[in-house]
């Protein structure tokens, strides 16, 4: 992947000098979590998918959870003090984030907004999460992740 061709994401983490590695597999035509981190070599475990939500109250929330499990909705709003949650459609996603569905990553949304992260995350030393557009995964430790978003950790998966 030619360097010029920076995500926010990417560009968000190099101007607070925080290290990542990238992984472009957008020649793979891999689409589901699981079959990326197939092609990543990586267990499922440490690939986490990025899901925004919207609560009763209206307030936006962003979730994640390995890819190959899903965010339990009931968990997920007692995670942030919400009545119930709903997922947030795709067609409102790049005006609320300035991401795509498949691309959406947690860092250099338009806006920051609240994010929890499974509390398997905790036991791995490194997770992978998007890098900003469809095809591009960036790999960091979650400490290096916490200088650049603010986060909590929960059990939210099913």
Partial sequence: MAKENKTNAMRKLDSMKIPYKEHDYSDTGAVSGTEIAQILGEDPAHVFKTLVTTGKSGNHY????????????????????????????????????????GGCS?????????????????????????GGRIGLQIELTLDSLAKVIKFELADITI
């Avoid at 003090?81 to 790049?94: N, P, V």
């Fill in 62 to 101: 962003v979730f994640m959870v390995p890819v190959a499990e899903e965010l339990d909705l009931k968990k997920a709003a007692a995670a942030v003090g919400e009545k119930s949650i709903s997922m947030l459609k795709s067609k409102d996603l790049l005006g609320l984030t300035g991401y795509i569905h």
């Fill in 106 to 130: 947690p860092i250099g949304m338009k806006k920051f907004f609240r994010t929890t992260i499974d509390s398997s995350a905790a036991n791995q030393p490194f997770i992978y999460c998007s």
